[in-house]
């Protein structure tokens, strides 16, 4: 059934990076979303994975969202595995991050920069 899931789209997110590890992130602006799309004429049930962080040493609260029922992830500097299991109907589904809480203090950098994403699978 995976198969039948398109590629995911991103938006909200700030081109791909690569940490000192070799770890590819994206930084997310306050609101970001990912498309999932199922071509099946039928629900497709997946699970979707992640890392996410807040990217510098502080606090912050990231909210999941999609198909109106929301999880909340309470993120540090160390990266947080998330886990969603999703029942995905026919079309394209829209998920959302987002966040309350303030921007990453980055003055050198032109971007307004809250929470990191990695990882991304769905599978």
Sequence with gaps: LLTHIPEYELT???GKEVDSKGSVFRWSKKESSLYL???NAQ?????FSAKLSAGSS???TVNLCVLGSCSSYALGSTAK???ERLTLPPGCTQMT???KDKAVNAPMDPRTLYF?????AIN
């Design 37 to 39: 799309c199922n071509g």
């Design 12 to 14: 909200g997110f700030y």
């Design 97 to 99: 991050l987002s966040t």
């Design 81 to 83: 595995d998330i886990y």
């Design 43 to 47: 629900n497709t049930t997946t699970k």
């Design 58 to 60: 502080r606090d912050m």
């Design 116 to 120: 990191q994403i990695k990882d991304m």
